[in-house]
């Protein structure tokens, strides 16, 4: 399982390097708010239709491995440009198709972990456990952020600094695409089907399932909203942009902790016990960032990010392939990305950045509303748990 681990660390160093100066480069760039907040939300835009291109792709011709590859030169080709542009329509076109290429690489990863995992079961040995794979992904996001401290701190280099690193992980990504496993199937079953939206469909329209998308698309909205404008905020309280990239390793190492014990967790409260926790987690933090403007406050909400990353990273992908058959395992992860990390990031993204106007305050009271709201509902009104003989 190396393999796998070493794409998942290099897979989310990528963002790791890049995602917390990403504002603070536009702002350095002489974009508004309002501009920033359109930018990003293009993310969303590439989500609505990358993850499930790539992932319907995936299943269909059993390319995960390849379509990896392809993720790490698209986005980290378009990052590199990126980093060159002086306006905002360059700026727009730039980060729109590094999104497009690279939204798709977390589903796809899960999709192959999830294959690995299954074929394991049919041969008699243990099933992987996902969150054993996905801590890498923590430890990948935590490192650059260490090295591009000293980069900015040491040298005269500015915020684009970021963008010229993560390209370079990600020429280091599609140099050991190799390692990755290929995805294959019995002879009997080597052939291409038509796309399997239907069965997909078929699974979306669950009312269990329908109540945990639409949680969990609020809270990728208020998640959303936070990314956007938590650097020029910490920003605006004091802090100096070269410590951006190890403020967010506070909340990481958090995470990392919470990653290490999230089986025994998911044992001991179960999944619907745990998304409440994050949505907590997530009610209280931009609470906290909205009412008290004070810099030890907003640096110390980062201690709460641990139930966050396993409320919206870790169990959505394990939940909805346990739910899942072999032939639409990747597309029902794409369609979730499209709808919680696109449609979901496309309003709060945007929407922030009209809001952000009047003061960054605002922006967390949205979030705040929106993660509240999501809590209640789901304890509400879902009640389902993850088979775990499957996932």
Known sequence: MAPLKLHYALAYAVLGSYLPYLPVFLQDQGFDTVEIGWIISLQGFAVVISPTLFTSLADRYQANRLLIGVCYCIGGAALWALAGSENFVMAAIFFSIHAFGYTAMIPLLDGLTFYQSRQRILQKQEPIEYASIRIWGTIGFMIPAVGMFFLLYFTSLKSEAALYFSFLIAFLGWMFLLLLPKTDLPKSERHHPPYQFKKVFEVLRLSQIRTFIFCLFLYSMAIGSFY?????????????????????????????????????????????????????????????????????????????????????????????????????????????WMLCAGVARIVGSSLSGYVAVYHFRYVFLLAAICSLIGTVYFLLFFHDEIKEKES
């Open 228 to 336: 956007t404008f938590y650097s020029p905020y910490i920003i605006e309280l004091g802090i100096d942009a070269q410590w951006l990239g190890m403020i967010s390793n506070i909340g990481v190492a958090v995470e990392l902790v919470w990653m290490a014990f999230a089986q025994t967790l998911l044992l001991k409260l179960g999944m619907k016990r745990i998304i409440l926790l994050g949505g907590i987690a997530l009610a209280l933090r931009f609470g906290l960032l909205a009412t008290v403007p004070n810099l030890w406050i907003a640096l110390g909400t980062q201690l709460l990010h641990g139930p966050i990353v396993l409320c919206l990273y870790l169990i959505p992908p394990m939940y909805l392939n346990s739910r899942a058959s072999e032939r639409i395992r990747s597309t029902v992860q794409g369609c979730y």
